[in-house]
């Protein structure tokens, strides 16, 4: 049967750009917030405490950590990638699935909104049909996703973590969960559909060797973050770094009680609906502590980061 051997945890956008960026991308999200809702709040004054020096030196430390986190999935030496990761208007439009799996050939990563750079990535079908049949058999209305416009995967949840950390030359699945558009599932639900796709695996009659890669989050209220149905506390550049910790301790010891009694409201009330990839990651991988990990929190990024590795 297919073994899963390794998984990668990180977060993406800010957490891919250098510290002396953070304001420039900053100042480009509250000015799309006003785009949107005609006003922008007033910068969070936990700014006043972070400075890119800092900043510079606790970022060099987290990204160690995500660098180790990735050797230590790629030193299992997986065959292929599952990579998880939501979609923000970017792959869907005008019909939004629940959870997805794309089931083509091949497609082109074509990184951020910022880049034009496109990277061939070779995707496995077989594999991909193999996880759509069971999740569905399971009783999850997963879509199928055969091609995408013009073959590009623009969803940043899965081109930046590839592209990023150098994991292009992975044959890969990409595997979409719904996180910010309301309604989503609730967490439960996304680590029983992990558990689907992990029963997929096992039934392979191949010793095909699998990594799982997932991004997003942690706590972050950025322009689009579904304000509409969002009601409290938090304002634009907030973070949620209580709960994010409360999260990190579980996962230390693989709580898994902990992961199944949140709900969609608390995501949404800590700033943390992107969670879903990584919830349906330990649902996959089953609940092992991370063989190395880390977390922080940075106002001038907007973000806490949480970067996690297994070597399985």
């Known amino acids: 049967m297919a073994s899963i051997v390794g998984a990668l945890a990180t977060s993406h956008a800010f957490a891919f750009l250098d510290p002396d960026q953070w304001d420039a991308r900053r100042d480009r999200m509250r000015a799309s917030y006003e785009r949107r809702y005609g006003v922008v709040p007033d910068e969070r004054p936990e700014l006043a405490a972070e400075d890119v020096g800092a900043n510079t030196e606790r970022f060099a430390r987290w990204r160690a950590a995500l660098d180790e986190a990735r050797d230590c999935m790629t030193a299992a030496r997986p065959d292929v990638l599952l990579v998880v990761g939501d979609d923000q208007n970017e792959v869907f439009s005008g019909v939004q699935p629940q959870f997805a799996v794309y089931t083509g050939a091949r497609c082109v990563s074509a990184s951020d909104r910022d880049k034009d750079t496109p990277y061939e990535l070779a995707c496995d079908p077989g594999l991909a049909h193999t996880l759509l049949d069971r999740s569905v058999r399971d009783g999850f209305d997963t879509a199928q996703v055969g ?129 879903r990839a990584l919830l349906v990651l330990l649902g996959l991988i089953g609940f092992v502590p991370p063989t190395t990990h880390a977390y922080d929190v940075f106002y001038q990024a907007v973000m806490g980061m949480l970067a996690a590795g297994w070597k399985l």
Do not use: K
Request: net charge negative; aromatic share 8%; with cysteine.
């Open 147 to 275: 091609h995408f416009e013009h073959e590009l995967l623009q969803s940043h949840a899965h081109a930046q973590p590839l592209e990023h950390l150098d994991l292009l030359d992975y044959p890969c699945v990409p595997v979409f969960v719904n996180a910010i558009h309301v309604p989503a599932p609730e967490p439960s639900r996304c680590i029983d559909f992990g558990r689907s796709l992990a029963r997929a695996l096992a039934d392979l009659p191949d010793d095909l060797r699998v990594g799982v890669v997932a991004s997003g989050g942690m706590s972050h209220f950025t322009a689009g973050y579904p304000w509409p149905v969002y009601d409290g506390p938090h304002t634009l550049g907030s973070v949620d770094g209580d709960f994010d910790r409360l999260v990190v301790a579980a996962l230390e010891v693989g709580d898994e009680e902990f992961f199944r009694s949140l709900t969609a409201d608390d995501l949404l009330e800590h700033g943390d609906p992107e969670m």
